[in-house]
């Protein structure tokens, strides 16, 4: 099976703006990273893949930055994709315009190191002439993907790894990074692998209140008042403010004010924009 | 100073809804007003090019909380930051921190107690330059914004204008100055750090002390190696910690591998603070039994080592108290934490809330006005901090976890008896060597059974990192009574 790049770029789109919408809206859990205040995200466009032994098929990796405070965008970019060499070979690797965005005059100097063996394609680009860095979401590169013909039904991962991306300013971003899966020939059982990656919830150094409502009564101007959040303050207008009422659910120990609510609605456009993705290819 | 983005707290509150508005809106619409399909290889029109337009180029998405509470919350993150030696100069100390330019929040000062602006970077090129301040003999931090001023310069030429660094307050850091500086280039950079003597009210071991302005030099190199150590030591949080009413303990505990080496104060070795990578071991979370441990030191100044509650509150307390005595035996380089004594430290007849089932015990059990944790105390006729044979109202507003002082508030008591108003003084803000940052005011005949209004004319007056910048604002007063015996 080969995706039809020009069906796909409609999806493309689509699952891009979702899964970002989604990491915003805390849906999507950001592996550990390399970190400061803002982010650059790399991840796999389409993250999920259908196909059969023999097929090759083509995967975007998906740049999206949003610079720093000072919309200062990013001029270096480096990650790898990891996959299982002996079910997938990289026939090619296409580098896209993603870290050129921004100026026509600029241009992507890359470079990729497919080392089969190891299963890993090595991408290094940088952006000339730096000019004010690269603020966009786009594919960084674009790879040809086959499958071995003896291949068994499996549903496999293909890893981002090792992201990096450096502002203008020489400051490294945090890299999030977000996997694929190839289910191959129906797929199988998954080997997951960060199944365990974000069990360990403690909340090492942290003070959490023992009560969400915690604080002295007083003469009701303690607790009662603070456990209200910022946007249901007394004049309302924050409650006001489009689809706030969720908010006040955070009384009620909603991790994140607003969250499951927003989480529900990406899951389900996501879910569509995915069947629509999977319909037009 | 920099260019504030001045923004209420509504406003606020709208930038981070529409954030995350403009993401979904995104997945509804992905096509075009001539209802084409966007082509994320399109430059034209949509810089951000995520189908999402200026709006969001504008508002730079950040892993941020969305409407955070009215209170103290637990940020997405925990900074990482270089940590210089710590330099003394008369009665001061001074440890200098760096990270890299993040915003804040201060105080917008424009007749609204409750509005705050946040300041953004004004160069994303340079530093976060902070520092710790505190009285070398009795190690005491100076939680008091009396006008600091910095001055960087390269090779003996100024870099930028000399700025007055704010007063800041962080889960992380307690009370310290700081501001983003812009650095037009790598290289080594020498800070000359001036202080201006401290007027506020000094009682104690503090009287007579911290009279004098001194002026401290560091330096330090900025390069390749320190944007990567101070980006890279950074932590995020599990996200479903966001948000939630809570804070991060002071970067001492659960951050320098503390080991209870004979129950000594670890707090300040910093393990870093010399060798620069201090926040290199965010792994070595210690558990939380640790923290038992630092209550041993609060003997050697007297402040009762009560309990080893593992209760939270009592996590931060280590340090602080310890370093007043002036004792820096950790052989590294101490910096205090500028948290307050615990309550139980404190003399004298509570003021308590009548509404409560029982008396607090800890901070975090105190009555709260916009989340401060208020704790008040009527220390009796013959105090050294009172005039004469009057008592001495002592109210300490604190920050309901890490008990950081709350700085630069104006507080009035009205005490109460059958109706009546009986006094109402204004509590003058004192820097105490046993008791710390208070506002405190003399009294004559408060008995038990009065009730004590406290009002909060002004919030304090300091700048907020990222969890604490929508609490302390609105402050409604306080109503307590004078604990009957």
Known sequence: MTLDRSDASYGRVLLSVCLLAALAAGLVVPAPALAGDSVTIVFVEPSEVDADSGDSFELDVVVSDHGDYNANGIDELSFDIEYDPDVFTVADVEHRSMLAAGDPDAEVVGSAEIDDETGTVSIEQEREPSGDGAIATEPAVTITVEIADDVSPTTETIDLTNGAATLVTDYPQSVFERDATVAIDGGGEQTDADADANADGDPDGVTLADDPDEGGSGDGTGGADDGSSAADDESGAGAADAGQSEVAESDDGDPIPGFAATASIVAVVAALAYALVASRS | MQNPDTIDRRAFVRLGAATGTLALAGCFGTEDENGTDADPDDDSGDEAGDGTGDDVTAAPELIEVEDPPEAVYVPTHREAMRMLEPIHEGDFALAPMLSYPHPF??????????????????????????????????????????????????????????????????????????????????????????????????TGDLEGRLEQ????????????????????????????????????????????????????????????????????????????????????????????????????????????????DGHDDHGGHHVPYSALPRIEAYPGTRLVDPNADEVAVETSDLPRSGDAAVFATLLESGSRLADGDEGYLLVSPRTPYNRVPLADMSIVATVERDGEVVAEPALEQTLDDEYDLHYGASVEGVQPGDSVTIAFESPAQVARHMGYETAFLEMPPVELVVEEP
Request: charged share 40%; glycine share 10%.
């Open chain 2, 105 to 202: 929040w201060v105080i917008a000062g424009g007749g609204d107690d409750d509005e705050v602006e946040r300041v953004d970077p004004e160069d994303g090129r340079g530093v976060h330059m902070m520092f710790t301040l505190w009285d070398a003999e009795t190690g005491i931090v100076l939680p008091v914004d009396e006008g600091a001023q910095l001055r960087v310069l390269r090779d003996g030429e100024p870099v930028g204008s000399p700025r007055s660094p704010w007063a800041m307050i962080s889960q992380e850091m307690g009370f310290h100055f700081g501001d983003n500086v812009p650095l037009p280039e790598d290289g080594t950079y020498t800070v000359e750090v001036t202080v201006p003597s401290i007027s506020t009210r000094k």
């Open chain 2, 213 to 324: 302005s001194e002026t401290m030099t560091f330096e330090f190199v900025y390069d390749d190696e320190f944007r990567h150590e101070v980006v890279e030591g950074v932590e995020y949080l599990d996200e479903e910690l966001w948000g939630q009413r809570g804070a991060l303990e002071p970067m001492e505990h659960g951050h320098d591998g503390h080991d209870d080496h004979g129950g000594d104060d670890d707090h300040g070795d910093h393990d870093g603070h010399d060798d620069h990578d201090g926040h290199d071991d965010h792994d070595d979370h210690d558990d939380h039994d640790d923290h038992d441990d630092h209550d041993d030191h609060d003997d050697h100044d007297g402040h009762d080592d009560h309990d080893d509650h593992d209760d939270h509150d009592d996590h931060d307390d280590h340090d602080d108290h310890d370093d007043h």
